[in-house]
């Protein structure tokens, strides 16, 4: 458990069977947003393949895809009760820009399109693949993921932002965890939310000619820091490889996709 009380997600700590007897019934839909802007419309085939294996499986799930690239949108076939819908988006020159942007678009297809549409929500970054189950013992009001390469390390190493002309500021003597920006899930009021002050405090920001050391996953750890996720996933849903395989990780549920920066992204 956190010490607010939320549970950190691992295997072993819960009874899946339990928690899909209480998700049944309640016939919800997930909705995720998923973004392929450039390059990383390569990513589109292995996350989509892999998500119809392992995530949420005899769940309603609703991808919806932003991409400048529609027509290279692979066909995946998606199993019963699954579907996927392609909202063109205009890409950017900037890779900190693409990624930062998702808060804003997230808020929006909030508000115009998922009410009534979708119960819970999660935003999952492309260039991940899934590997072994990844289900309903994932879904709370708020949801946040440990960073792969800060869980277990001390405050002090976070990589949160520094500065105090930032929005996304948090003094050194402050934070809980290190969350990635790659998974946000929750309840869709909850996650409105969120992406609306990521969004608002990114505004600040730009207004203010200064952008956060690692852009909306900056804004992220502050807006955590003031309102707690309900429900923490351990590393083992976004892990990174390049990390090797330690004890404590009894599976690997989805992990970062290696890949070459200076070759997919738009900028240095
Ligand atoms: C594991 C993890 O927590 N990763 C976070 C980290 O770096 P990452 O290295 O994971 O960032 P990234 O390059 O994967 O970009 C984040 C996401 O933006 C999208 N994208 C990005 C570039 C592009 O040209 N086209 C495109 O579509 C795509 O969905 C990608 O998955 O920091 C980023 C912000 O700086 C985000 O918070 C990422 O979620
Ligand atoms: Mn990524």
Request: aromatic share 14%; charged share 25%; glycine share 6%.
């Amino acid at each position: 458990m956190t010490p607010w009380l939320a549970p950190i997600v691992w295997e072993g700590t819960y009874d899946l069977t339990v928690i899909d007897n209480i998700y049944k019934q309640q016939n919800i839909t997930v909705a995720v947003t998923v973004f392929a802007l450039g390059k990383y419309v390569r990513f589109l085939k292995d996350f989509l393949e892999s998500a119809e294996q392992h995530f949420m499986v005899g769940y309603r799930v609703h991808y919806y895809l932003f991409t400048d690239h529609p027509d290279e949108v692979p066909t995946v076939t998606l199993g019963e009760g699954r579907q996927l819908t392609v909202i063109k988006t205009a890409t950017s020159n900037r890779w900190q820009e693409i990624s930062l942007r998702r808060m804003e678009r997230i808020e929006k297809l909030i508000e115009k399109e998922l009410t009534d549409k979708a119960d819970y929500i999660f935003s999952l970054d492309v260039d991940s693949k899934f590997h072994a189950h990844w289900g309903a013992e994932s879904l709370g009001d708020l949801v946040g993921v440990l960073h792969a390469w800060f869980f277990g390390t001390s405050r002090k190493q976070f990589t949160y932002e520094r500065r105090p002309e930032s929005q996304a500021f948090i003094p050194l003597q402050e934070g809980d965890y290190y969350y990635g920006g790659a998974v946000i899930g929750g309840r869709l009021d909850k996650v409105h939310k969120l992406a609306k002050t990521c969004r608002m405090q990114l505004d600040v920001d730009r207004a203010n000619h200064i952008e956060a050391a690692w852009q909306e996953e900056s804004h992220l750890n502050k807006y955590f820091l003031y309102n707690k996720p309900s429900k923490v996933l351990s590393p083992e849903y976004l892990w990174d490889d390049k990390k090797g395989k330690p004890s404590y990780m009894k599976v690997v549920r989805s992990s970062q996709v290696l890949k070459n920066y200076a070759d997919i992204r738009p900028n240095p």
